[in-house]
């Protein structure tokens, strides 16, 4: 009981659709009318500006955080991460929202920061070279998804002391998420493929590079 209890508050965690809440209170926007329509980080930056946006990361993030931390705030035996997956699901899948929410970039590296900090700094650096080496997120997000499922089975015999061990369920998740996040910026692959696709500035500030 406990577990599905704790399942259920993960999930509704993730489901807080920051974007569409910081919007409308503060700027009396509805995000998901303009740019992207996506209620994620990026589109945030895009329509509210730099402070929502980051406002909106740290939230997004913190619900991934949270969510993993259940079972060792409460004291059960079960691998965190699965409490992280229901919260990306939750982001993704919004109760509050009607169910149409970001695409889990955020989210899941809050999972990650709750399950290994030190994976989580070596993830980071990855997003932000990337992020550097492109200047365009969505490719960045596709990019370091790749890049790190393979870290998770190379790090923990390569370097250990970033991740200890090797975990099938992380694997097997950064797998899932991976192939979920292409699904879900397909818009934005025929974007870049037809030269398109919005860049951003080292001020954050987004810019379209027609």
């Not at 169910?99 to 989580?120: E, H, Q, R």
């Amino acid at each position: 009981m406990k577990f599905i209890v704790l399942l259920i508050i993960a999930y509704l965690l993730g489901s807080i659709p920051s974007g569409v809440w910081i919007g409308k209170l503060f700027f009396k926007k509805d995000i998901r009318l303009f740019g992207s329509g996506n209620t994620g980080t990026t589109n945030t930056f895009r329509v509210l500006g730099k402070k929502a946006g980051i406002t909106v990361l740290l939230m997004d993030i913190l619900k991934g955080t949270l969510a993993t931390s259940l079972p060792l705030l409460f004291s059960l035996n079960v691998n965190p991460l699965v409490f992280g997956v229901a919260a990306v699901l939750g982001h993704t899948f919004p109760v509050f929202a009607n169910f149409k929410g970001g695409k889990a970039v955020a989210t899941s590296a809050g999972m990650i920061l709750a399950y290994s900090p030190t994976f989580f700094v070596y993830s980071a650096l990855i997003f932000i070279i990337t992020l550097y080496i492109t200047s365009m997120v969505s490719l960045t997000s596709m990019v370091s998804a790749v890049l790190i499922t393979l870290s998770t089975i190379i790090i923990p015999f390569a370097i250990p002391q970033i991740l200890p061990r090797f975990d099938w369920l992380l694997t097997l998740i950064a797998v899932a998420l991976t192939i979920f996040i292409f699904v879900r910026h397909k818009d934005n692959i025929k974007r870049i493929k037809d030269g398109t696709e919005s860049r951003v500035s080292f001020g954050l500030g987004a810019k379209n590079n027609k």
